[in-house]
Each structure stands twice: as structure tokens, then as C-alpha cells.
């Protein structure tokens, strides 16, 4: 899909369902009673005062201006790079700030489970990185019929085991799924969240994916490394998981395992370490053009 087309289908669902805002009520944290069944633009003409008392404790403040600069601020340190963002929505699930990051240039949205990628459909958001697997029924089921209800739909997911790659693929061809599920192979380290440990077994599951061709296809290799950088040889560690994702990349390249044309996708998020995305994500392998993916939870 054509990436402004894609922001400006985003924007447009976006605005759209602010067309008819939602009304606030107890479920709201925060929130006076005299507020209660209000939409937001009514509840800001109440003229409530933090300071005077007048809201519910606790309650979280955003300043408009702080939160316009980070998200300019992230989206020029990728650009500087030459890498796209994909924010990660889970911090915020906030529909106003999707548009802001989309709006800003993000390539799409990251998702962290199968329910989040529905919030986010019903928000209008049309390019999705799951950085997860699809593993229960419930979840494959409902992406795989997403996938077939809009043509347009740009969704990612990863996987780290044959065997993962079996469940997405018989799924696909039991449901005769219209088009191939797009796969990044995960790649970790020992003690980690997730992802194949070392490069044979990534390029066994690159094997896998292009051996089930008919229902998947392989666009690149994914890594998170934010699970462990509080170890004070986190950055180490990050440079080498970030290594072994590029080394997995440029073996299924080579092989010949990525699906028909478009670029390789790399992609790393979660961590306080991003710039080593810059430094040692390549921008092409063996001429074949890289995309480069870097996934923030902070706004």
C-alpha cells in the first residue's frame, strides 16, 4: 500500500470517528460526577481546575506542547537515520495521539497483542506491526478476516518457530484466505522474551515460510531488545542481537527466502538503545533495499 495513501486513510477514519464523540462516564478515571455523560469538548467548557480540587485524584496531565515536541523530536531521529517509525500505540491507546504520530510521519502503528490490532481497525489505522505472534484460534481467525475484508489492510506479525509458521498457514488454507499473511522472522537471545537464538535456527524458519509460500510470505527479521537493558552490559548485548537479526537477513537474502519484490525489513524496538539501529542496520543487502523499522513505546 502506497504509504501516504495509507496515512491519509489513517487520518481520515480518525477524524472521522471524532465526528461523534464519545461520551465520558464512570468508567473514567478521574473524572467529577457533574462531568459524568459529557464529551470531552463539554467537559472542557466545565472549566475544571486541577489545582482548585475540582477533579477526582489521581490524575495524569498531558501538556500539549511537550507532547507535540516529543513526537516531532522522535519522528526527526528516525528520519536522521533513515528509518521509519512505528510508534507503539499500547502506551497510549489514545485515537488523538495515532493521528498526531501518523500525522507527523510515522509508517503505521505497533501493536502488541491480536486485541490491540482490533482497537486500533476500529480507529482506522491501516498499516500494523504486531510485534508478536499469532498463536490462539481466536486471534488467527479474526486477522485472517480482517485481511480478507479489506484489500487495503498492511499488517505484519512475527514468527520464531516452524512450527508457528505451520498454525499461520494451515489456518490461512483453511479459511482460503485471499491473500498471504506477511511474516518477519523474531530473532533473541538466551533469557530473552521471545525469538530464535542463533542463525541457523532464523533461517530454518525463513525455510519454513517460504516452503508454506501459497498462504505466507517472509518480509524481513524482527528483534526486541528492551527486555534487559537495565544489565549493565545491556548495550552489548543490544549490538549483538541487532547483529544477529542483519546476519539472518543477509542469509535468507542470499537463499533467495523473501517474498517478490518490496525491501528487506528490519525492524528493532523496546529499547533505550535505537541509534544502533543507525549504526549498524544496513541500508541494502546484496542491492536489495532495506527498510528500516524502529518501534518506540514512549510518545
Known sequence: MDLAAARRRALFALT??????????????????????LTGEKI?????????????????????????????AMQAFADAIGARLAPHGKTSMSPELFAMQLAAGAWGMTAATAHH?????????????LANQLVA???????????????????YCLVDSSAGVGLLAEAAAAGGSPR????????GVAGGRAGVRDLAGAVEVARATAAAARWVVL??????????????????E??????????????????????????????AGGSAFLDLCAATMPAAIAG??????IRRAAT
Open 16 to 37: 472521522a470517528a471524532d465526528a461523534s464523540p464519545a461520551r465520558l462516564d464512570w468508567r473514567c478515571k478521574g473524572l467529577p460526577a457533574r462531568a459524568e455523560g
Open 44 to 72: 472542557g467548557r466545565l472549566g475544571l481546575s486541577l489545582t482548585g480540587g475540582d477533579m477526582m485524584m489521581p490524575v495524569a496531565v498531558l501538556r500539549e506542547g511537550a507532547l507535540r515536541h516529543n513526537i516531532a
Open 117 to 129: 490490532v482490533r482497537i486500533y481497525r476500529r480507529l482506522g489505522i491501516g498499516r500494523i506491526f
Open 137 to 155: 484460534r481466536a486471534d488467527v481467525d479474526w486477522v485472517l478476516g480482517e485481511i480478507a475484508r479489506d484489500p487495503d489492510f498492511d499488517f
Open 180 to 187: 498471504r499473511v506477511q511474516l518477519l522472522v523474531e530473532t
Open 219 to 236: 518480509r524481513g527479521v524482527e528483534t526486541f531488545e528492551g527486555t534487559r537493558q537495565t544489565r549493565t552490559d545491556a548495550r552489548g
Open 238 to 267: 543490544a549490538a549483538d542481537m541487532i547483529a544477529l537479526a542483519v546476519a539472518t537477513a543477509e542469509a535468507i537474502v542470499g537463499e533467495g527466502l523473501l517474498g517478490d519484490g518490496g525491501p528487506v525489513l528490519l525492524s
Open 288 to 293: 536489495r533495499r532495506v527498510e528500516r523499522i
